[in-house]
Every structure is written in C-alpha cells, then in structure tokens.
C-alpha cells in the first residue's frame, strides 16, 4: 500500500524558518511529480509549490522568494523550506505525489497533512 507521510510541521514566530518532509513509501515503480499544498481554516486549498522528478520547480506566487522545494529521487522524498514565515502562511499541509503502483493504476496520493502555525 503507497503512502505519504508529512512531518516537520509546527508552531514558529513571524519571520522564522521550518522545514517540510514527506516519504513515499510502500511497492510502486516510480514517483513523478510531487508538491505541497495547504488549507487555511474557512479557505480552498491551493498549490503551494511543485517539482517534477528531473527537479523543475513552479510555485505560487505569494510564496515565490520563501520557500523552496526539492526533492530526493534516491529516498523517495520531497522537502519545503519555508523561510520569512508570516502568519498567513499558517494552514494544514499537505504532501500530494503522482505515484505508479506496482499492482494498481496510476494515480495523485494525499498525506494526512502537517499543520504549520506562525504567530504574530
């Protein structure tokens, strides 16, 4: 059974730095692109950032400058560091990988998500 699990998420001050991961794991022959989203309380939630697997990268734009993901091929890992953080970056986080099982189709995977709180 694939999963992803997220963890780094927290409590930090306005202008400080955490960061993400989230590990794929079970029986697949291979993860193409990955990201992170995130939820606010009473809002939809939206992409904060991708990355292919060859490493190309698109991000939203209120966060364009701060954070930055990457991702390592090797331990079936994608990161998010957030820096400048600012209270309305504060939402669940969510990993979300298009992933090819090895006994079942093709299809985009959720985490639980990680909440990540920034006081002002």
């Known amino acids: 059974q694939v999963q992803l699990e997220e963890s780094g998420g927290g409590l930090v001050q306005t202008g400080g730095s955490l960061r993400l991961s989230c590990a794929a794991s079970?029986?697949?022959?291979?993860?193409?692109?990955m990201g992170w989203y995130r939820q606010a309380p009473g809002k939809e939630r939206e992409l904060v950032a991708s990355?292919?697997?060859?490493?190309?990268?698109n991000y939203a734009d209120s966060v364009k400058g701060r954070f930055t993901i990457s991702r390592d091929n090797a331990k079936n890992t994608v990161y998010l560091q957030m820096n400048s953080l600012e209270p309305e970056d504060t939402a669940v986080y969510y990993c979300?990988?298009?992933?090819?099982?090895?006994?079942?189709?093709?299809?985009?995977?959720w985490g639980k998500g990680t909440l990540v709180t920034v006081s002002s």
């Open positions: 979300n990988a298009a992933i090819l099982p090895i006994n079942t189709a093709g299809r985009n995977y």
């Open positions: 990355i292919t697997k060859g490493g190309v990268t």
């Open positions: 079970g029986r697949f022959f291979r993860i193409n692109d």
